[in-house]
T-cell receptor
Framework: EPEVTQTPSHQVTQMGQEVILRCVPI?????FYWYRQILGQKVEFLVS????????KSEIFDDQFSVERPDGSNFTLKIRSTKLEDSAMYFC?????????????FGPGTRLTVL | QKEVEQDPGPLSVPEGAIVSLNCTYS??????FMWYRQYSRKGPELLMY????GNKEDGRFTAQVDKSSKYISLFIRDSQPSDSATYLC???????????FGPGTRLSVLP
């Protein structure tokens, strides 16, 4: 069964450093998402991406964040200058464009630790 | 008032019990409702998806939406130890892609 994959599984970085989190969505999917989940808290929407542009973003997704689909398979989240409060699990999700349009498939997540 | 609320649990039940998980919400514009299961250190996995009010059944799982009360439920029949996980409700309105998640209820099914 096709699945969303994410790398790395765990990223440790120093405050102020840039990080890039990588996702490979399911191959025929058209919509891509990033969520984050701070330890012990709820899953929070960051951004959605469709047709090579951001379609929606939350208040969390400020100028420090950017997303890119550099080729036909990868979908990346970049945090330019990490802060301690960016420490969280980051989940990528994708969905197709068919009739069951709300079925988002989540990846296993990247645990980001900012020291 | 938080937009989506869930009792965080933990909820412990014996194997074979019927489990009832619930969410309340405040935004009457929500039209699409989901239940996700999340095992420890894993991504959420979609269990049930409903649009507007009504019931939906899939195997041991039944989802109910009562929009007049702004209340949704997930029932698990014949619960198994493998059902032990955190259950997240999520919902959105007609227009955006932004799903709002509840904080999750941690369920333990004891053998």
């Amino acid at each position: 069964e096709p699945e969303v994959t994410q790398t790395p599984s765990h990223q440790v970085t120093q405050m102020g450093q840039e990080v890039i989190l990588r996702c490979v969505p399911i191959s025929n999917h058209l919509y891509f998402y990033w969520y984050r989940q701070i330890l012990g808290q709820k899953v929070e929407f960051l951004v959605s991406f469709y047709n090579n542009e951001i379609s929606e973003k939350s208040e969390i997704f400020d100028d420090q964040f950017s997303v890119e689909r550099p080729d036909g398979s990868n979908f990346t989240l970049k945090i330019r200058s990490t802060k301690l409060e960016d420490s969280a699990m980051y989940f990528c999700a994708s969905k197709g464009g068919g009739t069951n349009t709300d079925t988002q498939y989540f990846g296993p997540g990247t645990r980001l630790t900012v020291l | 008032q938080k937009e989506v609320e869930q009792d965080p649990g933990p909820l412990s039940v014996p194997e074979g019990a019927i489990v009832s998980l619930n969410c309340t919400y405040s935004n009457s514009a929500f039209q699409y409702f989901m239940w996700y299961r999340q095992y420890s250190r894993k991504g959420p996995e979609l269990l049930m998806y409903t649009y507007s009010s009504g019931n939906k059944e899939d195997g041991r799982f039944t989802a109910q939406v009562d929009k007049s009360s702004k209340y949704i439920s997930l029932f698990i029949r014949d619960s198994q130890p493998s059902d032990s996980a955190t259950y997240l409700c999520a919902m959105r309105n007609n227009y955006g892609q932004n799903f709002v998640f509840g904080p999750g209820t941690r369920l333990s099914v004891l053998p």
